[in-house]
Structure formats: C-alpha cells, structure tokens
Nanobody, 123 residues
Framework: QVQLVESGGGLVQPGGSLRLSCTAS????????MGWYRQAPGKQRELVAT???????NYADSVKGRFTISRDNAKNTVFLQMNSLKPEDTAVYYC?????????????????WGQGTQVTVSS
C-alpha cells in the first residue's frame, strides 16, 4: 500500500507564512504528478498547485505570486511554501500523488490522498 503523510499546518496571522510537507511512502515504483488541494467549510475541494516529476509547476490564480510548490524526487516529498496568507486561504489542505506501482509484473497507476492538514489564517 501507499501512504501520504502531511505536516506543517497550523494557525497563522494574515500576512504570515507556512510551509506544508507531504511524503509518499510504501510500495512505489514511481511518483508522477504531486500536488496540493484545499477544501474550505461548505465549499468544494479545489486545486491549489501541482508539480510534475520534472518540477514544472501549475498554480491556481488565487495563489499565484504567493505560494510556491516544490518537490524532492529522491524522497518522494512535495512542499508548499505559503506566503502573504489571507483569511480566505483558511481550509483543510490535502496532498495528492499520482503513483505508479509494480503489481504482478505490470505497472499500474493510482491516485492517493493525504489525510489533510488544517490551515487557519486569522488575527
């Protein structure tokens, strides 16, 4: 099986910064795209940022210029540096990974999600 473990959430004042981390572990042949999504109370889950295995990033318009996504392929870890945080960034942040596994001599692709980490931006 594969697990995604997130860390780094918390309470921060408007204008502050947080850094989220997520590590994929388990039976993994290769990790392709990784990313962060968030879900605020009463709203649908939305994309925040994604990054390819070649480290090409993609951002939601709402976070461009404030958030930076990066990854360490050797450690199957993705990071999200969040600066200039706003109250509207408050949400549960979920890590996502598109994982390739070798099962019965065949490569199979799966999507895995972390358990979520709370980010609260409030004074």
């Amino acid at each position: 099986q594969v697990q995604l473990v997130e860390s780094g959430g918390g309470l921060v004042q408007p204008g502050g910064s947080l850094r989220l981390s997520c590590t994929a572990s388990g039976s993994i042949f290769r990790v392709d795209d990784m990313g962060w999504y968030r879900q605020a109370p009463g709203k649908q889950r939305e994309l925040v940022a994604t990054i390819t295995s070649g480290s090409s990033p993609n951002y939601a318009d709402s976070v461009k210029g404030r958030f930076t996504i990066s990854r360490d392929n050797a450690k199957n870890t993705v990071f999200l540096q969040m600066n200039s945080l706003k109250p509207e960034d408050t949400a549960v942040y979920y890590c996502h990974a598109h994982v390739v596994r070798l099962i019965l001599l065949k490569l199979r692709e799966y999507d895995f999600w972390g358990q979520g980490t709370q980010v609260t931006v409030s004074s």
